[in-house]
């Protein structure tokens, strides 16, 4: 016999609606940033050097990836404490 799945905790939901907000709000400006800071840079090295240019782009996602996930941890961390 299956048991019935526990109801999520609403503390839960909340918390994971809140840190996709805010990781939404930062990969949108992590995009701006890059946009406007390197968008020059990565068009020329697409044109001149691909194989170059597909490490570089490579390492910009791993690094957004790993940034913007400890930046949110972070940003939790300060509202848990805050909130007590």
Known sequence: MNKAPKP????????FIIETVIYAMLVSVYLG??????V????HLSMEQPALYALVSIILMILQAVGLEKLT???LKVDQRRQG
Request: charged share 20%; no cysteine.
């Open 8 to 15: 999520i905790p609403k503390k839960i939901v909340v918390r």
């Open 33 to 38: 940033l890059v946009l406007h800071f390197l």
């Open 73 to 75: 941890t972070i940003l």
């Open 40 to 43: 020059a840079w990565l068009k």
